[in-house]
């Protein structure tokens, strides 16, 4: 049998992918030159059709260019101020009212009921057998007698005050953010502790902190459901005298705070609680039994919705 031997083939194949693959990229560079000449197109149309309103811009900017021209530069820079201010009094305004605080403070001596109020406001119980606290008992969240109301409620922060008279100080850490004071007294023991509660309500009354920002406070009379409680107008009466005996023996500097240089009152007139610069009122409650809608009025009065 004869072989008949072709001749090897001079066609590389590695050749004939490489020029394939030229090709391939050659077509895909066209297309894409095509696709930027028809954007080319696209922005010279746009920009034919933009020309009018340039024209009309420049006209209507003309006006008021040669305006301001005329008018004379100091005339031009006061109202450039006052523009400035008045949008800065206009932010300053508004971050104010963003950030204004929601915290409430409840302080007193010890055992006049505070953290029995704090849990009535908190969900409406008086839980009995509470001891006395060495931290403060804080917690935010909606009011008790709020639960039910619909709509946006803004949340209170509270914050339960340590009465004990070493731990009273403990009261300066909150001050730069409270909205209000609950200052409670008891009302059944209150004349065999009336020299100390009016002590404690006198230095918070003369703290630079609380005059200056003319923080509101409710004196709340606590126990009020008790027969033999005294009323809230006995104990105003009695406060406002002993704080006129007090104010006399002190300085001007108060013994709570010393770079505070307040004093109450009026000189030379018996001490009323309208004299303080700031809001001062005086309400009955009763933690045990629930009876605390004057106190988140007071809070609500100053913690808005």
């Given at each position: 049998m004869d072989f008949?031997?072709?001749?090897?083939?001079?066609?590389?194949?590695d050749e004939i992918r490489a020029l394939a693959m030229q090709v391939v990229q050659d077509q895909h560079r066209l297309k894409a030159m095509e696709g930027m000449e028809r954007w080319k197109d696209l922005l010279e149309q746009l920009k034919i059709q933009l020309e009018p309103w340039k024209n009309q811009l420049e006209q209507w900017l003309h006006q008021p260019i040669e305006y301001l021209n005329q008018i004379p530069p100091i005339q031009l820079y006061a109202a450039i101020a006052v523009?400035?201010?008045?949008?800065?009094?206009?932010?300053?305004?508004?971050?104010?009212?963003r950030t204004k605080s929601n915290t409430i403070l409840i302080t007193g001596l010890s055992g006049s009921g505070k953290t029995v109020l704090f849990y009535q406001l908190r969900d409406g119980s008086s839980h009995q057998g509470t001891v006395t606290s060495m931290e403060p008992n804080e917690g935010t969240f909606m009011l008790n007698s709020e639960s039910n109301k619909k709509g946006k409620i803004k949340l209170v922060h509270l914050v339960d005050v340590p009465g004990h008279s070493r731990l009273q100080p403990k009261l300066d850490e909150f001050l730069p953010q409270a909205a209000g004071i609950v200052f409670v007294v008891d009302s059944l023991e209150f004349l065999p502790n009336?020299?100390?509660?009016?002590?404690?309500?006198?230095?918070?009354?003369?703290?630079?902190?609380v005059v200056k920002k003319k923080i509101p406070?409710?004196?709340?009379?606590?126990?009020?459901?008790?027969?033999?409680a005294h009323t809230k107008e006995f104990i105003r009466k009695q406060i406002e005298k002993e704080i006129d005996k007090l104010r006399a023996s002190r300085s001007a500097i108060?013994?709570?705070?010393?770079s505070n240089d307040f004093t109450l009152g009026v000189p030379g007139e018996a001490f009323a609680f309208s004299q303080c610069r700031n809001k001062v009122t005086i309400a009955e409650a009763s933690g045990l039994t629930g009876e605390v809608e004057r106190v988140g009025q007071f809070i609500r009065e100053h913690v808005k919705p």
């Open positions: 008949v031997v072709r001749p090897k083939s001079k066609i590389d194949p523009l400035l201010i008045s949008t800065l009094l206009l932010l300053s305004f508004r971050l104010f009212k009336s020299r100390l509660v009016v002590e404690y309500l006198y230095d918070i009354l003369t703290k630079a902190s406070l409710l004196i709340c009379c606590n126990k009020s459901d008790k027969v033999t108060s013994a709570a705070d010393i």
